[in-house]
């Protein structure tokens, strides 16, 4: 319509202009001043031209007047600056309850008389930059809503997207199950049903008038308990001071007026019929009430947060079940032994448990078994796979394995279990599960350890001084390498190991956090159950994201007179000898009642080792809260328990020995095996003996 180079301009065209244009145009002087315009702008329709025609803008419409316009109108008319579309708000003269959107293009123009005057073109955009506006919303809550993995997180996400693009102030108030991850409610509610304030936000900041987690629940007949029973948002234009269900709960409801809240609209947060609880959007600074499209935007909007409050509801769930079952199939406490007394520490983490295990297994020889592991993966598979390889660690570890045959057996348990499961875990190397398995031994004072893709043990002497255990990392359980080695590693009575997964370190804050963690476990004066709950106050003040567990253990050792040890040659007379050798000991331990059924058991085992074993044979007897009666030979041959018949003269040694004994067993080392028994010892003969630990 004007030249792109030149600002000349005939009467003839500037008359044209103003009649045909669709857009309002102002012509200006250089005091900014209206010299001419026609009515087709939305702003202008029905005001007298006196108010216009020789005044500013500021004049009459004054909520459009900037000091950016301003200046960029008197640039037009000085340098002819041209302004493309500077979007402009304000609110329609006479009526500030509207806003009104517009885009300003401003041109200088030169008559043939040579006057200069501005030319501004004035669109309405309103309805555009609201569409914009809906479509922003829309795009931050899919973007931002279901971040969280908690119902009051999206609640607050909920909370940030709406206020302030949409309202001045928010409440959302969900139900319990939604929050405790309980199962969904369908159909409406009752009119008492408990509702919690999960979020409240406001362009004035503050947590509102109800707490964060506080009951919320609504009187009726309100418009919340309408949504709430129909599951149907409700839109209140103007708040009218008389409406009765103010009356309701005066002291609750009457104050919305007090701050100025003139519209509201209350949206139920549905996932088809199950009802999760109800959203309130309030303006009380915005003069501009509530329509029919911010009444549809809120319901999409509040659409998108129920399904993921539910998605979390749902996961929540889930993961309560998760946790509860793990907490089933971890031991409850760790038994009290004389080799090590022991506690733990576990919190589920955040994002939901994770399949981590701990166990403390008492082994032969008063020895025990300490394993703790992790498997990959959250959920009720995790804890299920969790509870079968703890079985199947327990199952093997009583069977005196050596920590790294152990791990070879619980490596096929683990690839059988994902081939089972049509897990594709060891394709990304990850293996199905980590492990870590310690065995000490407190009449050596040995502790021996391998690794299945597990930390090691961090251990701090009796001194504070943490002592280095440089164990070999194996590859984790599952993915099928077999190979694991063991490290040994001599330890000093009263030294504390804490076995730990990689949720703990995570989960402190600091550089150095097994630093942190030594120094709080250097306190002899303390016991396991109290260093833990140290650790759980001074490491870990939050929720953390991951798992946590950790294993405490403080060594003991056995002392020199409950054991007795004797080498014999391969001669069958040395049975006898080793009879005697157990009465004398029995007798200076008080033991003598248990006289009859040991000699039977040490010549049973003494006379196989001479029969089928190889020299030397060794006796070992440890008085602890059993009596273990120990026969180790050079053979690696594996006895075997049979039934023999009523013709056959031989064969009943070790069914004896098992008649006699609470337990027995086998266990292999690199210099032969070694058969053991036990026998319970009486509390009362315990107490007449040396003490021993409760």
């Known amino acids: 319509m004007l030249d792109a180079d030149r600002d000349e301009v005939s009467a003839a065209v500037l008359e044209a202009l103003f009649a045909q244009s669709p857009q309002g145009m102002f012509l200006f002087d250089e005091e900014l001043r209206v010299v001419r315009y026609n009515s087709t702008g939305r702003g202008v329709r029905g005001v007298p031209p006196d108010r216009i025609l020789g005044h500013t803008v500021a004049d009459f419409a004054p909520d459009f007047a900037t000091g950016e316009l301003d200046k960029l109108a008197r640039e037009v008319l000085r340098d002819g600056v041209r302004v493309r579309e500077l979007l402009v708000r304000g609110y329609v003269p006479g009526r500030p309850e509207h806003e009104m959107a517009v885009a300003v293009s401003m041109y200088r123009i030169r008559l043939d008389n040579g006057q200069v005057f501005g030319l501004a073109s004035v669109e309405d955009v309103t309805e555009r930059q609201a569409a914009i506006r809906r479509l922003d919303i829309l795009h931050a809550a899919h973007r931002r809503i279901g971040a969280s993995l908690d119902a009051p997180g999206i609640a607050a996400e909920l909370a940030a997207v709406a206020v302030p693009a949409l309202a001045d102030a928010i409440t959302v108030d969900l139900l319990d199950e939604p929050l405790r991850g309980l199962p969904a409610h369908h159909g409406p509610v009752e009119a008492d049903a408990p509702l919690r304030r999960a979020a409240f936000r406001s362009l004035d900041g503050g947590d509102g008038p109800i707490g964060h987690g506080e009951l919320s629940t609504f009187p009726m007949s309100t ?16 708040l009218d001071p008389s409406e009765p269900w103010l009356d309701t709960d005066p002291e609750r409801l009457r104050p919305l007026l007090a701050t100025g809240i003139h519209t509201v609209i209350v949206v139920p947060l549905t996932v088809q019929d199950t009802l999760l609880g109800v959203v309130g959007l309030y303006r009380y600074r915005h003069p501009e009430p509530f329509d029919k499209d911010d009444l549809q935007l809120a319901t999409e909007v509040a659409a998108r947060a129920a399904l993921s409050i539910d998605q979390a509801r749902s996961y929540a769930r889930e993961r309560n079940i998760a946790t509860t079952l793990q907490r089933h199939l971890l031991p409850r406490e760790p038994q009290r032994l004389s080799a090590v007394d022991a506690a733990h520490l576990y919190l589920p983490g955040a994002v939901g448990s994770g399949g981590d295990w701990y166990d403390v297994i008492p082994l032969s020889g008063t020895r025990v078994g300490l394993a703790i592991g992790a498997v990959t993966g959250d959920g009720i598979e995790a804890a299920a796979t969790m509870g079968q390889l703890r079985t199947a660690l327990r199952t093997l570890a009583v069977l005196d394995l050596t920590p790294e045959e152990l791990l070879v057996r619980l490596d096929e348990t683990a690839r059988v279990l994902a081939e089972e499961q049509d897990r594709r875990r060891r394709a990304g190397g990850r293996g199905v599960a980590s492990c870590l398995y310690l065995v000490y031994d407190p009449v050596e004072r040995t502790c021996v350890g391998a690794s299945a893709g597990h930390p090691g043990p961090l251990i701090v002497g009796p001194d504070g001084e943490q002592v280095p255990y440089p164990i070999v990392t194996g590859e984790p359980l599952g993915l099928g390498d077999g190979c694991y080695e063991t490290t040994t590693l001599e330890l000093a009575e009263g030294s504390v190991l804490a076995l730990h997964t990689d949720g703990l370190t995570a989960a402190v804050r600091g550089s150095d956090p097994l630093g942190r963690l030594a120094q709080l476990l250097a306190r002899p004066e303390r016991e396991p159950r109290a260093l833990v709950d140290d650790i ?26 409950r054991v007795a040890a004797w080498s014999f040659p391969g001669d069958p007379a040395v049975v006898a000898t080793a009879r005697r050798l157990v009465e004398h000991k029995l007798a200076e331990w008080g033991l003598a009642e248990l006289e009859f059924a040991t000699d039977l058991i040490v010549s049973e085992l003494v006379t196989n080792a ?15 809260r059993e009596l273990i009666c120990e026969v180790s030979d050079s053979s690696s041959s594996a006895p075997h328990l049979r039934r023999a018949r009523s013709t056959d003269e031989g064969g009943r040694g070790l069914f004896i020995v098992g008649q006699l004994a609470d337990r027995w067993g086998t266990r292999f080392s690199r210099r032969g095996k070694t058969i053991w028994a036990e026998q319970p010892v009486e509390p009362a003969e315990q107490a007449e003996g040396a003490a021993l630990p409760e």
Do not use: C, K, N, W
Not at 610 to 624: K, Q
């Open 223 to 238: 418009p919340f308990t309408r949504s709430l029973d129909d599951a149907r948002p409700r839109l209140i234009t103007h």
């Open 536 to 561: 759980a106050y001074g490491l870990l003040p939050g929720r953390q994201r991951d798992d946590v567990l950790l294993l405490v253990a403080r060594t003991r050792a056995l002392a020199e007179d």
């Open 610 to 624: 001479v029969r089928y074993g190889a020299a030397p044979i060794r006796l070992r007897m440890i008085r602890d």
